[in-house]
């Protein structure tokens, strides 16, 4: 939080008086911070230790990958069949609280205090929401996972109608429950950080719920497991994308994918990044993010308009409807039957294959996509937020898998299984099939996918690394030149990932990432129950210091502090603090 500026002995006239208020300030940055101060032997171990963990990750994995899959693949078998259970009901908690907040009283709570305002615009908001939580994704599996799901949709009723429970369930898992997920988990950490003057970690919104004496190690702990989660998962789904990216380089041309091409992507992808981090915010990502937002509608209008428009119009309404009539049961499917015996492996459980998979990933995303979230959210009511977090991404997504998707229907029935063909190869590559079968503008339209892989990513690394930084320097904030060390050293692990090990190294590792999402759903837990307290015990002295910390006036403490919010050596405070009008 940059200083007011105190002026100069011999600049103090009968109009600037050391006794009067001083007219010389600059904007004071909100909130400010009212958290904890990490002890250096802390902070030092939430640094180092991570970076030291994963290293011997990766070896593991590069030296012997057959003895880790094996490992990872039962930890994963172990999990589904004793832990499905939870992840369901893990899922129907989030939702159950995004629908508190949003219809409680409390809704109207604003995030930085009453009187802030939305530091962007709504399309630039929703945007990067979109793109840092799951653009990238949504650009295969819209696709991919109905196809996969063709002939074994669960619980879904099978109709004349091809590919129907495949879209339905895919609504499902990409749509309202995946982002009420993420908006918990951003409503505590924006609420903690932008209200209290916390800093924007999990560590700070989640241990003033535990007992004194474990607040310390549990927060030490609760970091550690964000910044792991973090960079594995960035450096796996670097890894992805360029493999996915290659695919679409493929279909245009004569070139093949491979460790080559690959390193080659993975090169031009952090430089982006490392840019765009550069950057900042509001002239990196926030562009980014909004030239996504208008080459997805191109893609998605130029398959509504030269496809099969009248079948996908028509699917559209259909498999909505059939997503709203089924949601309940859908959302509590856990085959209980399954259980009666045990199973030998995970890819015995339909929800080990899909929901289990899908919620373990979503949670294990969390740290940077929530954190990024809570970031730029500033000025919104909490009824705001969580509305624009879940209803209006989940209304994207259905609107999106819901013209892909049928579409690639379409076009496999009428190929005879052209693009089920292409899935089974790659799951990127039916897209491009698809897409190619689009008369007059299929190429433009894969030219159009394949760019929107590499700008998709470049947004997710980018959200990513802020909330890394934030998660590594709190609470003092982290530089650009730092952002873009950690754009470098996530691209490093993917690198050495791919080029060592390809693409089934890679896979270990993101299952490894999934599995670490198991322990780290619990530290979620705490910090929505401490959030619950936080709402429930808002009494005059919570909002006091809300309007404190968000205070848009220069006031005397702000002299007594440096540029983070950190007190100053009492010898570089101002001799003469300058008196403030006082407020009524």
Not at 165 to 192: D, E, K, N, Q, R
Not at 216 to 232: D, H
Request: with cysteine.
């Amino acid at each position: 939080m940059p200083r007011p500026r105190t002026p100069e002995p011999d600049q103090a006239g009968p109009e600037h008086s050391l006794e009067e208020p001083s007219t010389q300030t600059t904007e004071v940055q909100l909130p400010r911070f009212r958290g904890s101060i990490i002890p250096p032997i802390d902070s030092l171990i939430i640094k180092a230790l991570p970076p030291i963990l994963i290293v011997c990750v990766v070896i593991a994995v590069v030296v012997n990958p057959d003895g880790t899959a094996n490992v990872i693949d039962g930890l994963r078998t172990q999990i589904t069949a004793g832990w499905t259970w939870y992840f369901v009901a893990y899922s129907v908690l989030a939702v159950a609280l995004c629908v508190w907040l949003t219809f409680s009283k409390l809704g109207k709570v604003r995030l930085g205090g009453p009187k802030a305002k939305p530091e962007h615009s709504a399309f630039a908001w929703y945007s990067m929401l979109f793109a840092c939580g799951q653009g990238i994704g949504l650009i295969f599996w819209s696709l991919a996972q109905p196809i996969m799901m063709k002939e074994d949709a669960a619980i879904l009723p099978i109709t004349g109608n091809p590919g129907e429970g495949g879209i339905v369930w895919t609504y499902f898992h990409w749509g309202f429950t995946a982002w009420a997920i993420y908006g918990g988990i951003a409503a505590c950490l924006a609420y903690s950080h932008h209200n209290l003057g916390k800093t924007l970690t999990f560590r700070e919104a989640t241990v003033d719920i535990l007992p004194k004496k474990a607040q310390r190690p549990a927060g030490v702990v609760i970091e550690m497991l964000a910044i792991i989660a973090t960079v594995l998962g960035l450096a796996t789904s670097f890894s992805f994308a360029a493999i996915q990216f290659s695919s679409g380089l493929s279909s245009l041309t004569s070139l093949e994918s491979g460790n080559t091409v690959w390193l080659i992507v993975i090169a031009v992808f952090a430089v982006l990044a490392a840019f765009s981090a550069f950057m900042g915010v509001d002239k990196g990502m926030k562009r980014i993010s909004e030239l996504n937002t208008i080459l997805s509608v191109v893609l998605v209008l130029g398959v509504l308009l030269f496809g099969p428009t009248v079948y996908i119009l028509s699917n559209l309404v259909q498999t909505s409807g059939s997503f709203i009539s089924n949601f309940l049961s859908m959302s509590f499917f856990t085959a209980p039957e399954l259980t009666m015996t045990p199973i030998d492996s995970w890819q015995d459980s339909w929800n080990g294959w899909w929901t289990v998979f899908i919620w373990c990933w979503v949670i294990a995303f969390s740290p940077f996509v929530a954190g990024f979230i809570a970031r730029i959210s500033r000025g919104r009511t909490i009824r705001e937020f969580v509305v624009g977090v879940t209803i209006v991404p989940s209304i994207i997504v259905m609107v999106w898998v819901g013209i892909i998707a049928s579409a690639g229907m379409f076009y496999d029935e009428k190929s005879g299984g052209a693009v089920t063909e292409a899935v089974g190869i790659d799951n990127a590559a039916g897209l491009f099939e698809m897409l190619g079968m689009i008369p007059f503008i299929g190429t433009i339209l894969i030219i159009v996918a394949t760019v929107l892989v590499g700008t998709y990513y470049v947004t997710s690394l980018d959200s990513g690394t802020y909330a890394l930084a934030e998660f590594v320097n709190a609470p003092k904030k982290a530089s650009s030149a730092f952002r873009v060390v950690l754009v470098v050293s996530i691209a490093v692990v993917a690198i050495v990932l791919l080029s060592l090990g390809s693409d089934s190294v890679v896979d270990t590792v993101q299952t490894g990432t999934i599995i670490g999402a198991f322990p780290f759903s619990f530290v979620v837990l705490l910090m929505i129950i401490n959030l619950f307290r936080r709402l429930r015990h808002r009494d005059r002295e919570t909002r006091l210091l809300e309007r404190e910390v968000n205070d848009p006036e220069v006031r005397p403490e702000d002299f007594t502090v440096d540029e983070h919010g950190l007190p100053l050596p009492p010898e570089e405070i101002p001799a003469n603090i300058p008196r403030l009008p006082e407020k009524e």
